[in-house]
């Protein structure tokens, strides 16, 4: 395998496992080639510097867990905000500590941060409708335990990078993958969505034809059932859009036309583009393996970071800081991102 192949692998990004020579033509070939001993693809980690582990699931015998960070600086009896975070990795590969730099510089902030472990298929054998089906659970835990860590119900955020992203959404979007309706889970829908690079299309031909490649023929036929684009509707809440404009995996263009019909539908919708970023443009160790990113990958991670502090604090769930909103970076030799919608 190319080297640069096994920098976009662990990107998290299904269209581009097409890098490789040689396609591999059976469910048998792909564990083979793809699901090789690689941090995106060993077992996950069971402990997590300043966070403290749980258990919300178990399935089989797989004990999937999430990591609370929560300030011990927070007073006894006070409620916050929370903010839940899904890895990306197409459904298939992913490390759960890709956030965890997030989720610390929100937690010294105040804000309860949760990174959640769930079933992808190099791990699991899994399914895309396994890793929704889990997100969704993560939710309805945080829920149901938010009283033993302080948290706010009505101020829960989700979080996610590329098919994480699309796990975000369907917390937000989607019924229950097993037994509730959509009004039942309306309880425990986020308050709040931050979508890096987001997997938003499941539906179209060359993404379905991608999904039964890779991740597996019944999820490629229910493509449409779990397409973000195919779910908006008015409960959308209030969400903003980190995407690069090199993206050619989650691109641009659909992230522009969600958050075009979302605010059609009356839900807030923001998408900040970054000039020349690739698809996981703010996972930093990229620059060191693709000089064309070098220290871009830096910049771009400072600013998301200071975006998703002024998004906060728009909703009242941060402090307001005049410097957060305007991520420009003195030393960065690099076009300064946009928004738009």
């Known amino acids: 395998m190319k080297p640069i192949c096994i920098r976009l692998l662990r990107s998290a990004l299904v269209g581009m496992l097409l890098c490789v020579f040689g396609q591999p033509a059976s469910a048998q070939e792909f564990m083979q080639q793809y699901c090789v001993p690689s941090e995106a693809a060993d077992p996950q980690a069971l402990h997590i510097n300043g966070a403290k582990p749980f258990i919300y699931k178990t399935v089989d015998d797989v004990a999937l867990r999430l990591h609370v960070f929560n300030s011990a600086a927070r007073q006894p009896g006070e409620k916050a905000p929370a903010v839940i975070f899904y890895f990306g990795g197409g459904w298939i590969i992913g490390d759960i500590r890709r956030f965890q730099t997030q989720a610390t510089h929100l937690a010294l902030r105040g804000i309860v941060t949760i990174l959640v472990d769930y079933r992808v298929k190099c791990r699991h054998r899994s399914s895309m409708m396994d890793s929704v089906a889990d997100a969704k659970s993560a939710m309805r835990w945080v829920h149901e335990h938010a009283g033993d860590f302080g948290i706010d119900t009505n101020r829960i955020a989700a979080v996610g990078s590329s098919a994480?992203?699309?796990?975000?959404?369907?917390?937000?979007?989607?019924?229950?993958?097993?037994?509730?309706?959509?009004?039942?889970?309306?309880?425990?829908?986020?308050?709040?969505?931050?979508?890096?690079?987001?997997?938003?299309?499941?539906?179209?031909?060359?993404?379905?034809?991608?999904?039964?490649?890779?991740?597996?023929?019944?999820?490629?036929?229910?493509?449409?059932?779990?397409?973000?684009?195919?779910?908006?509707?008015?409960?959308?809440?209030?969400?903003?859009?980190?995407?690069?404009?090199?993206?050619?995996?989650?691109?641009?263009?659909?992230?522009?036309?969600?958050?075009?019909?979302?605010?059609?539908?009356?839900?807030?919708?923001?998408?900040?583009?970054?000039?020349?970023?690739?698809?996981?443009?703010?996972?930093?160790?990229?620059?060191?393996?693709?000089?064309?990113?070098?220290?871009?990958?830096?910049?771009?991670?400072?600013?998301?970071?200071?975006?998703?502090?002024?998004?906060?604090?728009?909703?009242?769930?941060?402090?307001?800081?005049?410097?957060?909103?305007?991520?420009?970076?003195?030393?960065?030799?690099?076009?300064?991102?946009?928004?738009?919608?």
């Open 164 to 341: 994480g992203a699309h796990l975000a959404l369907a917390t937000a979007l989607y019924p229950d993958a097993v037994t509730a309706t959509k009004r039942q889970e309306m309880d425990f829908r986020p308050d709040a969505l931050i979508l890096y690079n987001p997997a938003l299309d499941t539906s179209s031909p060359e993404v379905v034809q991608n999904i039964a490649r890779y991740v597996g023929g019944e999820d490629a036929e229910r493509g449409r059932a779990f397409s973000p684009l195919e779910h908006l509707d008015k409960g959308l809440p209030p969400t903003i859009i980190f995407q690069g404009t090199a993206d050619t995996s989650t691109p641009p263009k659909k992230a522009e036309i969600f958050c075009e019909e979302a605010k059609e539908r009356g839900a807030p919708c923001e998408v900040v583009l970054y000039p020349g970023a690739p698809h996981g443009f703010t996972e930093i160790w990229m620059g060191l393996e693709d000089p064309s990113v070098g220290v871009k990958a830096e910049y771009w991670a400072a600013d998301t970071s200071r975006r998703t502090d002024a998004f906060l604090a728009a909703l009242g769930w941060l402090p307001g800081d005049e410097n957060s909103a305007d991520g420009t970076a003195a030393s960065c030799e690099c076009a300064a991102p946009r928004s738009g919608h």
